[in-house]
């Protein structure tokens, strides 16, 4: 959570610091064409007839600009075309390859180009749809622009660098490739447009059945075609066979679409190709023929015929010393601000990392003083409230104990008073009933003994008549 935390800081400063984060959106359904990049293309309106389900559109932008316009097959893993204008040659600079996180997870947030290394585990399928830097490594391919670098300029030549405008070429032919279509649209087609802004470039390629590490389609032919839409315009094409390296045929844009899906269609109203100049055509042509065959192409016929050849190798040879120096100090400048740049950078790194440590601990520090300071707070009030009735009933319990003491000390002598009261009351109601009692009792002995004795008179009187009757003989009449 920690090391998620400092990340996080950090990458939004390198956001807020360096401004030109390059950019790319994978272009809805719903939008027309490549949506703001569609100005790259002639009238605004891109090829016809790329509709396979896996072909996605990506707007390239770089300091929120558009700088070009590429179609990605998500099923070969590689541009079928980059559509950019020409700006003007530069050098090459440092590479900084990126990928783009919404052709393999849609769902994401991230809507513009990312280096692949700060979203590894966070972009979900990251690679499915789209080659990665790991696809190239061993393989013996290079990552050749459709869009060459050298033929831009700026942030224009810094757009190039992704991975959805890259191709597997052998190193060899990624030279050749690069280096014949430099040629060919400095030397033979600017030259022949009468508005550069309005030379319109589909550099593309078409992909084989061989597959780096069974997954990137290496291509196998590799097309340019041009189109200057401005008075007199003309369009052509130009392809390159990957078994040939020094092969460059050049054709009409009709021939070329032939060659790639039914049913393309390159440029809007063939770009002049029904009514362009012959003699224009011719002189492009010528032009091309001459960079095929490793001539420099010239203005003039007699250009190379100019001064002396031998002043030129004198001069050459005096000044080479020179040059060589002046490329040395160069070269030893440019190193020695590198140098410079990159300890700096290091420096910023470590304390930028040492003031994030001590932020950090001091944010987790100033949180647990206030949580435990407010746990406290929160307390007391609760502390206190049970403290009050502890107390109340403490008090209740005492004044139920005295009432109950008192109670039972003032119990024994008050019932003892009462039963002494009421002895007296007790004792003279008690005396008539006794003597009551007591005449019952001797008028009932007095009737018991009479009783008795009238019995046994009468027992008597029964026993004597009784004996008399029995033994005394009764007398006769004469007698």
């Not at 100005?39 to 990506?58: A, S």
């Not at 030279?175 to 087609?189: F, G």
Request: net charge negative; aromatic share 10%.
């Amino acid at each position: 959570r920690e090391w998620t935390m400092k990340t996080s800081i950090v990458f939004l400063l390198y956001i807020s610091v360096f401004p030109g984060f390059s950019q790319g959106r994978v272009v809805g359904e719903d939008e027309t064409g490549f949506a703001e990049c569609n100005m790259f293309f002639p009238g605004q309106v891109p090829p016809e007839g790329f509709t396979e389900p896996f072909h996605v559109k990506i707007c390239q932008q770089y300091n929120k600009e558009p700088r070009f316009a590429t179609l990605y097959s998500t099923k070969d893993k590689i541009p079928l075309y980059s559509a950019f204008k020409y700006t003007k040659p530069a050098q090459n600079k440092e590479e900084n390859w990126l990928v783009e996180p919404q052709i393999d997870d849609p769902e994401n947030d991230l809507h513009e180009m990312v280096h692949e290394a700060d979203i590894v585990g966070t972009v979900a399928n990251l690679g499915a749809n789209q080659a990665l830097t790991s696809d190239y490594v061993g393989s013996g391919y290079e990552r050749g622009l459709l869009n060459p670098s050298l033929l831009n300029e700026e942030d224009f030549q810094m757009a190039t660098y992704t991975l959805t405008n890259a191709v597997p070429l052998s190193p060899s032919l990624s030279k050749s490739w690069h280096r014949d279509i430099a040629r060919v649209v400095e030397q033979a087609l600017v030259p022949h447009c009468s508005k550069k802004d309005h030379l319109y470039l589909l550099a593309g390629a078409i992909p084989s059945s061989v597959q780096v590490k069974g997954k990137v389609s290496v291509p196998d032919t590799l097309w340019l075609a041009a189109c200057c839409d401005a008075p007199g315009g003309w369009s052509l094409g130009l392809v390159k066979k990957l078994n040939d390296e020094n092969s460059l045929a050049d054709l009409m844009v009709g021939e070329l679409e032939k060659q790639l899906l039914a049913g393309v269609h390159l440029f809007k109203g063939n770009c002049g190709g029904d009514n362009q100049s012959q003699e224009k055509t011719e002189a492009i042509l010528q032009a091309v023929g001459q960079i095929r065959s490793g001539e420099q192409v010239g203005t003039s016929d007699n250009q190379e015929a100019k001064g002396s050849g031998l002043v030129r190798r004198v001069a050459a040879i005096i000044a080479t010393p020179f040059i060589k120096l002046l490329e040395l100090l160069i070269y030893v400048f440019v190193e020695l601000v590198k140098f410079v740049f990159y300890f700096l950078w290091l420096v910023i790194k470590q304390v930028g990392g040492t003031v994030l440590d001590g932020v950090y601990s001091l944010w987790n520090g100033v949180v647990s003083y206030l949580k435990a300071i407010t746990m406290v707070l929160i307390s007391i009030p609760y502390d206190v409230g049970r403290v009050v009735v502890n107390i109340f009933l403490g008090f209740l319990q005492i004044v139920q104990d005295v009432a109950s003491l008192t109670y039972r000390i003032l119990r024994i002598p008050v019932g003892f008073v009462l039963h002494l009261a009421a002895f007296p009351y007790h004792s003279i109601c008690a005396i008539p009933s006794v003597l009551k009692d007591v005449a019952t009792g001797i008028g009932g002995t007095f009737s018991l003994v009479i009783d008795a004795t009238a019995t046994l008179l009468h027992g008597f009187y029964y026993l004597a008549g009784y004996i008399v009757k029995r033994f005394v003989p009764k007398g006769s009449s004469d007698d």
